[in-house]
């Protein structure tokens, strides 16, 4: 079972409508009374509804199966069924929803309260009183309830972040991640330490509003192919508006400096060129961990070379993070990048 579910597909049944009723009014002095037959219920819908409560897709871990109750049978003495119950699941904003058959996109949910009809209830059979007229006194027939539909559905969740942290694993980013936020995710000295995305919010202060910063499991060369664990969210950072590219300077062969950004913009071209396209701001990390004799200052301008802003820190100590994080308020601030969320979820 997947610590972060982002991705699912589920079976979506809406409700049966139910029949219509055949009936005659039966009273006294009236031997051949009216046709009173009633219609039937309609069946319930099967929707989804964005939650702002909500980050993961795990409510569908346990629940693969969406059925909304039939309608119920029309009576005499024009009595209507009661219609099935529909059920109303909610989602995470963010959630891209497919038809599982075509691959076709259904809707993109973002806004808190949007609701999505998956598959609609049948109509109710009419009863016989429906069809009485002059030329037919007595129908002795009704309509049966129409099929609910059923569909397979893909669910797709896309987090919602202002800005995204990629890099190799070990390169430091959940320790950046804790440092320019309050995020309280889990550090450790090996490999993928983080095995899902992992939200942090900066600020806010008395001149910007609150971020919202994503960090992205280690991208490994390969990552577009199934290769470590980048690749499951790599589409989590199509929707973050600056990406920061966190690099472990201390590993970094002063021979081929710029290897390790490489790396990640293959990874990203081969994933989704448009990520290429978004603004991005290069943090070269681990300062506090160079050797004495480490030409430091000399792949830092190989690094200023490639055009983007670069930063030398050291998510450890502290040091050099506020040029950083200046830099970060002021891509929304100055560049026209408006906030996406002001809050993470509890």
Same mark, same amino acid.
């Given at each position: 079972?997947?610590?972060? &579910?982002?991705?699912?597909?589920?079976?979506?049944?809406?409700?049966?409508?139910?029949?219509?009723? +055949?009936?005659?009014?039966?009273?006294?002095?009236?031997?051949?009374?009216?046709?009173?037959?009633?219609?039937?219920?309609?069946?319930?819908?099967?929707?989804?509804? +964005?939650?702002?409560? =909500?980050?993961? %897709?795990?409510?569908?871990?346990?629940?693969?199966?969406?059925?909304?109750?039939?309608?119920?049978?029309?009576?005499?003495?024009?009595?209507?069924?009661? !219609?099935?119950? *529909?059920?109303?699941?909610? @989602?995470?904003?963010?959630?891209?929803?497919?038809?599982?058959?075509?691959?076709?996109?259904?809707?993109?949910?973002?806004?808190?309260?949007?609701?999505? @009809?998956?598959?609609?209830?049948?109509?109710?059979?009419?009863?016989?009183?429906?069809?009485?007229?002059?030329?037919?006194?007595?129908? #002795?027939?009704?309509?049966?309830?129409?099929?609910?539909?059923?569909? #397979?559905?893909?669910?797709?969740?896309?987090?919602?972040?202002?800005?995204? =942290?990629?890099?190799?694993?070990?390169?430091?980013?959940?320790?950046?991640?804790?440092?320019?936020?309050?995020?309280?995710?889990? @550090?450790?000295?090996?490999?993928? $330490?983080?095995? *899902?995305?992992? %939200?942090?919010?900066?600020?806010?202060?008395?001149?910007?509003?609150?971020?919202? =910063?994503?960090? /992205?499991?280690?991208?490994?060369?390969?990552?577009?192919?199934?290769?470590?664990?980048?690749?499951?969210? =790599?589409?989590?950072? $199509?929707?973050?508006? %600056?990406? /920061?590219?966190? /690099?472990?300077?201390?590993?970094?062969?002063?021979?081929?400096?710029?290897?390790?950004?490489?790396?990640?913009?293959?990874?990203?071209?081969?994933?989704?060129?448009?990520?290429?396209?978004?603004?991005?701001?290069?943090?070269?990390?681990?300062?506090?961990?160079?050797? &004495?004799?480490?030409?430091?200052?000399? +792949? %830092?301008?190989?690094?200023?070379?490639?055009?983007?802003? @670069?930063?030398?820190?050291?998510?450890? $100590?502290?040091?050099?993070?506020?040029?950083?994080?200046?830099? /970060?308020?002021?891509?929304?601030?100055? !560049?026209?990048?408006? *906030?996406?969320?002001?809050?993470?979820?509890?």
């Amino acid at each position: 079972m997947k610590s972060f &579910p982002d991705e699912v597909d589920i079976t979506v049944r809406a409700g049966n409508g139910g029949p219509g009723c +055949v009936s005659f009014l039966r009273a006294r002095f009236q031997p051949r009374g009216r046709p009173d037959g009633g219609d039937g219920g309609a069946g319930g819908d099967v929707s989804l509804e +964005v939650s702002p409560s =909500l980050r993961t %897709l795990s409510l569908f871990q346990r629940r693969r199966v969406l059925l909304a109750e039939n309608g119920r049978r029309g009576q005499g003495q024009d009595r209507h069924g009661k !219609n099935g119950a *529909s059920v109303i699941v909610p @989602v995470p904003s963010g959630t891209r929803v497919f038809d599982a058959d075509s691959g076709r996109l259904l809707a993109d949910l973002m806004t808190p309260g949007e609701r999505l @009809v998956l598959a609609k209830g049948g109509r109710g059979g009419k009863g016989n009183a429906h069809f009485t007229s002059s030329r037919m006194r007595s129908p #002795r027939f009704c309509q049966p309830g129409e099929p609910g539909r059923e569909r #397979r559905i893909h669910l797709e969740l896309q987090i919602l972040a202002d800005v995204g =942290l990629m890099g190799a694993p070990n390169a430091g980013k959940t320790t950046l991640l804790k440092a320019l936020t309050a995020s309280k995710a889990r @550090v450790g000295a090996f490999p993928f $330490t983080t095995l *899902s995305p992992q %939200l942090g919010v900066m600020g806010p202060t008395t001149e910007h509003e609150p971020l919202i =910063l994503a960090e /992205i499991p280690g991208l490994i060369t390969g990552a577009h192919l199934g290769k470590g664990l980048g690749h499951q969210f =790599l589409r989590h950072l $199509t929707r973050t508006r %600056l990406l /920061i590219q966190v /690099i472990d300077l201390s590993a970094i062969d002063p021979a081929a400096p710029l290897a390790p950004l490489a790396m990640l913009e293959e990874e990203m071209r081969n994933f989704d060129p448009s990520l290429l396209d978004k603004p991005r701001l290069v943090a070269l990390n681990k300062i506090d961990a160079l050797p &004495p004799d480490y030409p430091g200052e000399e +792949v %830092l301008r190989e690094y200023e070379k490639t055009g983007w802003r @670069v930063f030398a820190v050291s998510a450890q $100590t502290g040091a050099g993070l506020s040029p950083l994080r200046e830099a /970060i308020w002021e891509e929304f601030t100055h !560049n026209g990048h408006g *906030s996406l969320t002001t809050a993470i979820p509890e």
